[in-house]
């Protein structure tokens, strides 16, 4: 039993040196990154995610890899091109001293934890959906559009698009296509409908579901709030 403890300390010590070349990596990438989903989201997506995989027993090594590489392969950065994205993160991952069999399992959930990914049943893995893993990232990444910095991130996005806050005259589409969902130049309001409002609905853990309630609510709050506001009645 003692000869294997040098053995893990070892092993602890490197996968804290990768971690973070990481987060160095990261940090440079979303360096002049203004559209919300900069260093600081996924700093938070990676402390949430280590938080519901504490109790969803899940791996925490690839878990904080999976959170810190998340948005780098997004298809938002790679012009569109999900194949591209893919292997920006795979590129980066064979850099270092990992197993292939850990590198798909950190690959797949980048791959997967999109938003967009969910608007096409093509594009889900049972099996990648089913992992304690995969569940952490992607309730964390959720629940960061949603909440108070959900709704600052929401018209952070829009404005560096220069898109209206909001158009009456321009309702939203709350069952936009993947298609549509890439493409679209609504109003920044309508992204509430098209996806903030559902995903409450759509956390895989237990942790992710009690706090996705709390900033559901908070959404709701400021829409009818705004509403008020808007017909001049506040």
């Not at 260093?39 to 890899?65: G, S």
């Not at 795979?90 to 990914?117: A, C, F, G, N, W």
């Not at 909001?166 to 309702?171: H, M, Q």
Request: with cysteine; hydrophobic share 35%.
């Amino acid at each position: 039993m003692l000869s294997i403890l040098p053995l893990r300390e070892e092993m602890n010590v490197k996968n804290d040196e990768i971690i973070k070349k990481t987060e160095e990596f990261a940090q440079r990438f979303f360096r002049q990154e203004a559209t919300g989903h900069d260093w600081w989201h996924t700093h938070r997506v990676r402390t949430l995610a280590l938080k519901i995989a504490q109790e969803e027993v899940a791996d925490p090594f690839i878990v904080e890899m999976a959170a810190l590489l998340h948005d780098i392969g997004d298809y938002k950065f790679s012009d569109g091109d999900e194949q591209k994205g893919r292997e920006i993160v795979s590129h980066y991952l064979h850099l270092l001293p990992l197993s292939t069999s850990l590198i798909e399992k950190i690959l797949d959930i980048t791959s997967s934890v999109s938003y967009m990914k969910t608007l096409s049943p093509a594009d889900k893995s049972a099996e990648i959906e089913g992992s304690p893993e995969f569940k952490s990232v992607s309730d964390a990444d959720k629940l960061d559009a949603i909440g108070a910095i959900g709704i600052a991130r929401a018209f952070t996005y829009g404005g560096y698009y220069h898109r209206p806050v909001y158009d009456p005259a321009i309702p939203p589409n709350p069952h936009i296509s993947q298609e549509e969902y890439k493409t679209t130049e609504g109003p920044s309001l309508n992204h509430f409908y098209e996806k903030l409002l559902k995903l409450k609905d759509m956390m895989l853990t237990s942790c992710g579901k009690k706090l996705a309630r709390d900033r559901h609510n908070f959404l709701v709050e400021y829409l009818n709030r705004f509403y008020q506001e808007w017909e001049a009645q506040k």
